[in-house]
């Protein structure tokens, strides 16, 4: 006769331990303030490359700004982002994998970086605007500074050839001409598309 022993790792102080790391962390977290942080976030390369079309980055952008002129209304839900990290999410400086949320989360960094673009714009033409106590800010978005040996990482990293296109924005480079890839035209076309449209909505700049 056989017998089988059911080892369960929940048992013991080492199982309440991995337990704890295991379990999922829920929180509602500003937007600006996930930014503000030292995390980084990288987008893996099994998932699926950046699909949003101007159609999505508009309608967007078009609900932030309705929300943004809604008296009534002191908070936006932009959805559902999970990540996976071998560190604890409380601490300052986690590296995270975006697990599911990808498409909004690199919607709104291209956004942000629309918004960096703007305000440089502004400060180069002489404008001035109540916002930019906080635009000046936006800088801080695109890198994090390691104090500790003062080298600059990446905020945000995607998988393949759509990172070229992110890490030339976020350096305020000029993308290349040609689009290799779905994932590239779509980063290409949603950032001019938000760019222009914060220079109709929000400033004296046009295009």
């Not at 996976?84 to 709104?108: A, W």
């Not at 990446?154 to 393949?160: A, F, K």
């Not at 598309?193 to 914060?198: D, N, S």
């Amino acid at each position: 006769m056989r017998h089988a022993t059911r080892l369960d790792w929940r048992q013991g102080e080492g199982g309440k331990l991995l337990e704890e790391l295991l379990k999922p962390h829920v929180k509602q977290m500003n937007l600006f303030k996930m930014f503000a942080k030292h995390d980084t976030y990288e987008v893996p390369v099994y998932q699926r490359e950046y699909a949003w079309t101007t159609e999505q980055a508009d309608a967007l952008v078009k609900d932030l700004k309705e929300f943004s002129e809604d008296e009534d209304v002191s908070s936006y839900l932009l959805g559902q982002i999970i990540f996976s990290s071998q560190s604890n999410p409380e601490n300052d400086g986690c590296h995270f994998k975006v697990v599911d949320g990808q498409q909004r989360l690199t919607s709104l960094y291209l956004l942000f970086l629309a918004m960096n673009a703007l305000y440089k714009e502004m400060t180069a033409a002489g404008l001035d605007t109540e916002a930019f106590e906080y635009l000046s800010k936006l800088d801080l978005i695109s890198y994090v500074t390691d104090e500790e040996v003062g080298q600059k990482k990446p905020r945000l990293v995607l998988p393949r050839l759509a990172n070229t296109f992110l890490e030339n924005l976020s350096n305020s480079v000029e993308l290349p001409e040609l689009d290799i890839n779905p994932s590239q035209r779509n980063i290409r076309e949603n950032y001019e598309h938000f760019l222009g449209y914060l220079r109709t909505n929000f400033s004296t700049l046009k295009e």
